[in-house]
């Protein structure tokens, strides 16, 4: 099976830069997605790694190390509407071999405080 | 435009009534995907199709049933909704390839609520 660790909460200031973790573990890793949830809206794709190391999109980056199970967002000069959840997912090639479906972590709440 | 549509966004039904709720998409996605997600949790897949086969998790009630009569459209149905089922019912889509950034494309949720 898959599992991922993240944590619960994370506040930050408006400018600032935040760093959100992601431990995971899994059998067939192929892939690991960052999505961003604003309240009571679906979740928006951000970023996806697949080999080690750190892919920059704008003010968002994502790093991934698959030896360490390990994965983190930077969000950069942090504005308000960043408040948000953000969740991390792993897919694997799963039992059926396919690859079709993604496991998310429990996701990190983002405060963006002024 | 948008390419995963689900109505309605707000549903209220019954303990106890059966309730359908409607997923369609325009990106001729191979892969429909249905999660219930409650308030300060992750997604948790319910179930999803790729094409007509369906797939279901081994953890998701009986209580919780899916249809896909052609590519655009999927539904999920909830044949006796309980009070722990309320919570947002997210619908997604993908191509199925499972290859490079290829990623799910969510639809904005169905929020139910059991009276």
């Known amino acids: 099976g898959q599992s991922l660790e993240q944590p619960s909460e994370v506040t930050a200031v408006e400018g600032a830069i935040v760093q959100i973790n992601c431990t995971y573990q899994?059998?067939?890793?192929?892939?690991l997605f960052w999505y961003q949830q604003h309240a009571g809206e679906a979740p928006t794709f951000l970023s996806y790694?697949?080999?080690?190391g750190l892919e920059e999109k704008g003010r968002f980056s994502s790093f991934l190390s698959r030896s360490k199970g390990y994965s983190y967002l930077l969000l950069k000069e942090l504005q308000m509407k960043d408040s948000a959840s953000y969740f991390c997912?792993?897919?694997?090639?799963?039992?059926?071999?396919?690859?079709?479906?993604?496991?998310f972590g429990s996701g990190t709440q983002l405060t963006v405080l002024p | 435009d948008a390419m995963v549509i689900q109505n309605p966004r707000y549903q209220v039904t019954q303990f106890g009534k059966p309730v359908t709720l409607s997923c369609s998409q325009t990106?001729?996605?191979?892969?429909m995907y249905w999660y219930q997600q409650k308030s300060s949790q992750a997604p948790k897949l319910l179930f999803h199709?790729?094409?007509?086969?369906?797939?279901n998790e081994a953890d998701t009630p009986d209580n919780f049933q899916s249809r896909r009569p052609n590519t655009s459209f999927c539904f999920l149905d909830i044949r006796s909704p309980g009070l722990g089922d309320a919570a947002m019912y997210l619908c997604?889509?993908?191509?199925?390839?499972?290859?490079?950034?290829?990623?799910?494309?969510f639809g904005p949720g169905t929020r139910l609520l059991v009276l």
């Open positions: 997912a792993v897919r694997d090639w799963g039992t059926s071999g396919s690859a079709r479906q993604l496991t």
């Open positions: 990106l001729n996605h191979n892969v």
């Open positions: 899994t059998s067939g890793f192929n892939g």
């Open positions: 997604a889509t993908s191509s199925g390839r499972a290859s490079g950034s290829e990623t799910q494309y």
């Open positions: 199709y790729y094409d007509k086969d369906f797939n």
């Open positions: 790694n697949v080999l080690d």
